[in-house]
């Protein structure tokens, strides 16, 4: 079992920036796809963005494309999402994801390893 924990989460203005942090345990995520996912009050869990278990390839929302950045540290067993130039669309509460061995992280779903997710409220 992998157990995620997500932090970073806040309260910031509109043009700012956050970083968040996925902590994981009870294995490495060496051989885990990781995803960023979030989900806004009343609406449904959306990709936001993902990062391949080998070669460190990229893939965004359009949304977010050009503003966040996702990132893999393995050695600190450790999933980042720097977000920049924050909207208030942004707010919503973030979720970490792990998918072993998955080349399609914007498609993670129940049989996937989540977090309990970390809040994002970004004000105008």
């Known amino acids: 079992q992998v157990q995620l924990v997500e932090s970073g989460g806040g309260l910031v203005q509109a043009g700012g920036s956050l970083r968040l942090s996925c902590a994981a345990s009870?294995?490495?995520?060496?051989?885990?796809?990781m995803a960023w996912f979030r989900q806004a009050p009343g609406k449904g869990r959306k990709f936001v963005a993902g990062?391949?278990?080998?070669?460190?390839?990229?893939d965004y929302a359009d949304s977010v494309k050009g503003r966040f950045t996702i990132s893999r540290d393995n050695a600190k067993n450790t999933l980042y999402l720097q977000m920049n130039s924050l909207k208030p669309e942004d707010t919503a509460v973030y979720y970490c994801?792990?998918?072993?061995?998955?080349?399609?992280?914007?498609?993670?779903?129940?049989?996937?390893?989540w977090g309990q997710g970390t809040q994002v409220t970004v004000s105008s």
């Open positions: 009870g294995r490495t995520i060496n051989s885990y796809a």
């Open positions: 994801a792990a998918g072993y061995r998955s080349y399609l992280p914007r498609l993670m779903g129940d049989s996937d390893y």
């Open positions: 990062i391949a278990w080998s070669g460190g390839s990229t």
